[in-house]
Each structure stands twice: as structure tokens, then as C-alpha cells.
Nanobody, 115 residues
Framework: QVQLVESGGGLVQPGGSLRLSCVASGITVSIYTMAWYRQAEGTQRELVAT???????DYADSVKGRFTISRGNAKNAVFLQMNSLKPEDTAVYYC?????????WGQGTQVTVSS
């Protein structure tokens, strides 16, 4: 019943910015801890950022100071503003609850950072 649909990815140059969106159905994002994950080619999926129901955020060390997770409760959506992008940010980005639910994974959205 839960569907999480990611969008907003694309190809950007190093130093560029993207804003990812995750529109949720079947789950109210305002009452759960939500998260962004990413998976680069040949790697395990890793946690990027979380936001609690109270608005507390946490980030992987690799993205601190560059990425910002937020909610849009009226839109039942979670966002990830990504600035100062680096090639090592290249990955498929997914949203999910935290802790993850393996049945909630969507298709993700591809972010490619390359010159």
C-alpha cells in the first residue's frame, strides 16, 4: 500500500545543485522518521540523511554541510536539497522510513555528477 516516488535527479556538474523529491502515498511522512538513502554502482545502499517527526535531522559525514533534508507535510513529501555536488555523490537516491522497510523501496532517482 505504501508507495514512495522519488524524482528530481539528473546530470549536473561538480559544484552544482539538485533538489530531490519523494512523494509518499499510504504513509504520512510527518509522523515517522524519514530518510534518504543512496546506492552507487557496486556498493551497498547507504543512509544519507534522516528527519524525525519533530524535525530533527542527521546526515552522513560525507554530506554534512552540503545536503539538507526537509518535509513538506501538506504535500506528504520529503525533499533533499543537494548543494556543492561531488562526483562521489553519483548514485541512485531512494527515500524510505528509518529504520528502512524493504518493502517500501521505490525506483529511486539517478543523480550523476560529472563534468
Amino acid at each position: 500500500q505504501v508507495q514512495l516516488v522519488e524524482s528530481g535527479g539528473g546530470l549536473v556538474q561538480p559544484g552544482g545543485s539538485l533538489r530531490l523529491s519523494c512523494v509518499a502515498s499510504g504513509i504520512t511522512v510527518s509522523i515517522y522518521t524519514m530518510a534518504w538513502y543512496r546506492q552507487a554502482e557496486g556498493t551497498q545502499r547507504e543512509l544519507v540523511a534522516t528527519i524525525t517527526s519533530g524535525g530533527s535531522t542527521d546526515y552522513a559525514d560525507s554530506v554534512k554541510g552540503r545536503f539538507t533534508i526537509s518535509r513538506g507535510n501538506a504535500k506528504n513529501a520529503v525533499f533533499l536539497q543537494m548543494n556543492s555536488l561531488k562526483p562521489e555523490d553519483t548514485a541512485v537516491y531512494y527515500c524510505n522510513k528509518w529504520p528502512r522497510r524493504n518493502d517500501y523501496w521505490g525506483q529511486g532517482t539517478q543523480v550523476t555528477v560529472s563534468s
